[in-house]
């Protein structure tokens, strides 16, 4: 059921520029989120954006939402070697069991040089 | 990473053995979720618990089963019958179930002798 897709599949800047990463889906969506996955350990989430929502900010972080295009995207600013790590989007579905679970799409691998 | 606790980091399955993988959480969340991560590859669901002596399949439950007899416990067992069973897999919860927030845990990576 992976409905998401992430855009780049890899992406390496230089510390201090900003990054960019989207996501497209396919069906209609409650919310979307992003997570981050350092290499080896498990996803963090960073932000969740609602269907209603255009646009959101969280520290370094802003995504914003295009439900109309079906894309999200994700902008890192003045990225840090610490950002290094892979991005993913989730997006819900409804399950038929009467939830709603999460899809995750392959992820933004980013790399950001010293 | 967030009250969720998983053991071992790795483990070893021998072929025809059937090896559980540990999932527990402090948060006091009522939903609890398996996902298996493929090298490259997105999250795919397993299994997952909407509440205590609950659970549903997911997409790929063929070859594993499940138990949620505490709220704080979802044990995964990865069966004989699961015959690519190399991978990393993930425990989460949230605070309830559907579109809410997911909490990893730090992962199990698994490995066929």
């Known amino acids: 059921s992976q409905q998401g897709e992430e855009d780049p599949q890899a992406l390496s800047i230089q510390e201090g520029e900003n990054a960019t990463m989207n996501c497209s889906y396919k069906t209609s969506i409650n919310n979307l989120q992003w997570y981050r996955q350092n290499s080896g350990r498990g996803l963090v989430h960073l932000i969740l954006?609602?269907?209603?929502?255009r646009e959101k900010h969280s520290g370094r972080l802003r995504v914003t939402l295009d439900t109309s295009k079906k894309s999200s995207s994700l902008l890192i600013t003045a990225s840090r070697a610490a950002d290094t790590a892979s991005y993913f989007c989730?997006?819900?579905?409804?399950?038929?069991?009467?939830?709603?679970?999460?899809?995750f799409g392959k992820g933004t691998k980013l790399s950001v040089i010293p | 990473d967030g009250g969720i606790t998983q053991s071992p980091k790795y483990l070893f399955r021998k072929e025809g053995q059937n090896v559980t993988l540990s999932c527990e959480q402090n948060l006091n969340h009522d939903a609890m979720y398996w996902y298996r991560q493929d090298p490259g590859q997105g999250l795919r669901l397993i299994y997952y618990?909407?509440?205590?002596?609950?659970?549903q399949k997911g997409d790929i439950a063929e070859g594993y089963s499940v138990s949620r007899e505490k709220k704080e416990s979802f044990p995964l067992t990865v069966t004989s019958a699961q015959k690519n069973p190399t991978a990393f897999y993930l425990c989460a919860s949230s605070i309830a179930p559907g579109e809410e927030t997911q909490y990893f845990g730090p992962g199990t990576r698994l490995l066929v002798l």
């Open positions: 954006i609602r269907s209603n929502e």
């Open positions: 989730a997006t819900d579905y409804f399950s038929g069991a009467g939830s709603y679970q999460l899809t």
């Open positions: 618990s909407q509440i205590v002596n609950d659970f």
